[in-house]
């Protein structure tokens, strides 16, 4: 294996085993290669990226290499570094100890590393992270011919056993009246691996408590580290007096407990992530409204009146913007009425063209039209005793108003072509993005149907004023459609999240879901970047300052003003308190006066 063989005056030589990818050295006590020299600060490493060692110095500082200073530097095979007074030599191979030590070592460690790889394969395929430590203790039981083992891992400031475990694979009832606490508070303070090969012999802790009680013969407790983080402890004891640990024995666990560490590590983590995952489920699940998610003060009130509404047959118009989720809407309020399990028809009423859309809605019979070969119903006949949601209501011809009109009225229908009336029940529920308001004053728009329809009116608001819905809507799908897709994608990065929260949304949710799918297929990570989402700087809204904000803000506030005043400029500044040369002089930067005459 890999080492440094480190010397320093007044110290005997010491060989390290490069066994982890990255190995700290510097002259604290938490380093994993400790020099003896005070003058070395912290910060020196050497990393294994697989195939070769680098070592590297801490900004500002350099070490010696070959007679030369450098401040990275790769290894090779019998290479001498000096960092202050200390002198490492690295080998890429072990120095040759006696025959029989060297077996000892190399079976040792092979036992030890096939116990790892055993472990890290459980790792893989078991998602339970019970079973994940039951198995880890049993392998360190049989690395260590151990009576007993113990995980102990770290909750907080409390340690708490998780795993105790014997010879026979058993758990240990009543764990912790077997576990020496003055050995655990060493290890715990000191973050040191602690052997004691004959406790009840043992100048240190043979007159401690626990120790005398428990009568323990031999115990070697390690810690379990992640990036110098306390994760817990190994602790296995033999009771034995003819099984005494050695300090082969020491090594070995310490070395399997370093690479045990990051799985454990990754292993809590996963859990962690799994409860997470299971939180945001449940907390989804109570801000869904049927198909619906949201907790914004906004869409908490458009829950509310949806629910009073639903119970009856009174019809509805549901306003918003294009892609607010107006058919999510409609078919919520029919699900929650009495009519839920008939049928729920839609009709888009802009996406027909006008010499259809009559057959379409109330049906046609044989010989109607051109191309009418057969009897056909229409989508009032097809709802019957049902809810018929008529999407984009504002793009329908005057003309057909009028018979949608009567129909609702009278509940009846005629089909194309045919003189017999058909009763319908049904329930309309109607949506628009179209201020039907202006389509009436413009006459666009009959307003004894607008008044028909609009008897509750149900506006949904833009995404972009929901607050953090839109983070909750983006997970939502996100999860959603991952699952869908079979996709490798679990989360926003935070940089995304950010972006989601900037941008206006002018297609609302409709976009969002667009933008969703396109990044869930085409994205090469696990976590979802703003560049997946096209949420770049130039798709996002510019920034002003606060002087540029106001003052585009009284340009565009002048010109609206105008166009009410249909551009009479003194009753726009009369109106908006300033003087007349103040209109006069914003017409000229707009690039000349367009203003009709003045009429006072």
Known sequence: MPSLRLTAPGHPPTVYNLHKKITSLGSGPDNDIVLPDPLVTDGYAIHFDGQTYTVFAPKRTEFVVNGKKRSKHKLTHDERLVIGSCDLRFQMVDEAPPAEEEAANTIADLDAYTKLYEFSERLIHQRDLGELLDALMDAVIQITNADKGFLILLEGETLDVKIARNLNRENIADAVSQLSDSIIAKVVRSRKPVIVSDALRDDEFSSSKSVIHLKVSSVICVPLLDRGRLLGLIYVGNDSIRDLFQQDTLRVLTIFASQASLIIANALLMNELRVDNRRLHERLEAYRFGEIVGTSPPMQQVFRKVEKIAATDISVLITGETGTGKELIAREIHNRSPRTGKPFVTINCGAIPENLLESELFGHVKGAFTGAVANKQGKFQAADGGTLFLDEIGEMPVELQVKLLRALQEKVVFRV??????????????????????????????????????????????????????LVVARYLLSRYSREYDAKVKGLSPNAAVSIRKHNWPGNIRELENRIKKAIVLCESTVIGPDDLGLTGDVLPQILTLADAKEKFQRDYINEVLALNNGNRTKTARDLGVDPRTVFRHLEKEGGDEAGPDVT
């Open 417 to 470: 072509g045919d003189t017999r009336p058909e009763q319908v029940d049904i329930r309309i529920v109607a949506a628009t993005n179209r201020e039907l308001e202006k389509e009436i004053a413009h006459g666009r728009f009959r307003e004894d149907l607008y008044y028909r329809l609009n008897v509750v009116n149900v506006e949904l608001p833009p995404l972009r004023a929901r607050g953090e819905d839109v």
